[in-house]
């Protein structure tokens, strides 16, 4: 009979005095795939943790139970051999970088399993253009795209992917989850968190339901209750009067020093009462496009004009808050909507989390916080990367609801995203592709 890979009997874990999982056991063996999924903030980040021994060296982080992967405690083992049979990729990827340059941080991966580094392989992940860009300036999809060309070039035995492909466009995610299957056909193991479970059940996995830190479901994957849990067709898009215009940008040109434009010579309108959503593969200048029209970023040539008040809600909402926590963060929302913020907070099932660092909250959680926080401050113009990053189906229908009010009330919206359940909310699209836009009239 083949040993489990992992086996876990969790009794509890968590932070102290804050939130925690309880009762979850588990056992996989080679060849094996389990699936986790649930509401944000269910726990589905913190179960990764424990397992993996990680919890315990975050602040009040704590753990009672088990965890064993071939044999060995996770908790009690050196990091280097852990590293030989872990490969992990975080719900937020920026934190699982190290190297300054992408080459550095693919073969500082290898060299720490003994593996030697072909920099060419790099070809197949979409990175070989990039190998001597900075990691910091990568987007958030090049940068998931980088932690799993290590993961898989260094053979790991057991995966443990947090929302692996929130970020990354849908051939990426196809060939991504095509190359896992061929690992699990090896005899390797994956664990993998995702709101839509659906994307995974070509693998065959077993399912794993978390409600409020506990097990509402563990066995195959049933097809019927993973339905039950999202809302496959959003349609809150209401008819709304899109008459003139709030941002302008004509023939902008832009590039990072030291490297070709990744911007040429776009144009781009978006009218009040506009919701215009923004496509593209990784790297072809979504979150760069955002910056430019923000005046984050100026542009080397071009024009950008706007008629309001802009904000921008970068893809890692803690690059947004000036807070520590959600309360210190809507301190400043204005007195008569004070009545509103508390509605929404209720509605996004934030209202108990108001003091709770904003670091410890999960990824979704701080899009939320990020999102309503914008929508109270009367900003005129959104400039939205990737908001529905992390959040469950139940969470999206209210941040539909968000973006339908701010445009129903002469605002402008502009969101990049690979999602594909936001865009029933687009009333145009424009797709980018090598440095250039072409929209939908």
Same mark, same amino acid.
């Given at each position: ?25 588990l056992s996989l063996e080679g060849g094996e795939v389990l699936v ?23 602040? *009040? ?152 830190? *506990? ?17 496959? *067709? ?7 009067? =899109? ?38 593969? *990784? ?17 080397? =040539? ?65 899009? =939320? ?18 908001p529905s990053g992390g959040l469950d189906s139940f969470t999206l ?45």
């Open positions: 009979m083949q040993k489990p890979m992992i086996e876990a009997k969790i009794e509890e874990a968590g932070y102290r005095g804050s939130f925690s999982i309880k009762d979850v056991s986790i999924t649930g509401r944000s903030g269910s726990g589905k980040t913190t179960l990764a943790k424990a397992l993996l021994g990680l919890l315990e060296l975050e602040p *009040n982080g704590f753990f009672r139970g088990r965890v064993l992967i071939e044999g060995i405690d996770p908790r009690r083992s050196s990091p280097k051999e852990i590293y030989s049979k872990v490969a992990y990729i975080p719900q937020d990827p920026w934190y699982g970088i190290i190297a300054h340059i992408v080459y550095a941080e693919f073969c500082l991966s290898l060299s720490m399993v003994g593996r030697r580094c072909d920099i060419k392989s790099l070809e197949k992940y979409g990175l070989y253009k990039l190998k001597d860009h900075i990691t910091y300036g990568l987007s958030a999809g090049e940068t998931q795209r980088l932690l799993w060309a290590s993961s898989l070039e260094r053979e790991a035995r057991l995966f443990v992917l947090d929302e692996p492909g929130v970020y990354i466009d849908v051939e990426g995610r196809k060939f991504f989850r095509e190359a896992l299957e061929r690992e699990v056909s090896e005899g390797r193991v994956a664990i993998i968190i995702d709101h839509d479970p659906r994307f995974w059940e070509p693998l065959d996995p077993y399912l794993l339901v978390l409600d409020e830190g *506990n097990v509402k479901y563990m066995g195959k994957y049933n097809k019927d209750l993973v339905e039950s849990l999202a809302f496959p *067709n959003f349609l809150i898009k209401g008819v709304r009067e =899109r008459n003139g215009r709030i941002l302008e940008a004509t023939s902008i040109w832009f590039r990072y020093p030291g490297e070709d434009y990744i911007l040429r010579g776009v144009n781009i309108e978006l009218r009040r009462g506009e919701v215009l959503g923004i496509t593209g593969p *990784n790297g072809s200048g979504k979150t760069t496009l955002l910056k430019v029209l923000a005046k984050v970023l100026k542009p080397k =040539r071009g024009q950008v004009r706007l008629f309001g008040r802009p904000i921008y809600v970068p893809e890692n909402p803690l690059l947004y808050f000036s807070g520590a926590t959600p309360r210190e963060e809507l301190s400043a929302v204005p007195r008569e909507r004070i009545k509103e913020m508390r509605e929404l907070l209720e509605e996004f099932n934030l209202a108990n989390l108001l003091d709770r660092p904003l670091a410890r909250l999960s990824s979704g959680e701080r899009r =939320r916080v990020a999102l309503i926080s914008a929508y109270l401050m009367n900003y005129d113009i959104f400039l939205l990367d990737e229908e209210a941040l539909l609801k968000i973006i339908e009010k701010i445009a129903s009330s002469g605002k402008g919206i502009i969101i990049a995203s690979h999602d594909p359940r936001l865009e029933g909310a687009y009333d145009r699209v424009c797709r980018m592709k090598e440095g250039k836009v072409l929209c939908s009239s």
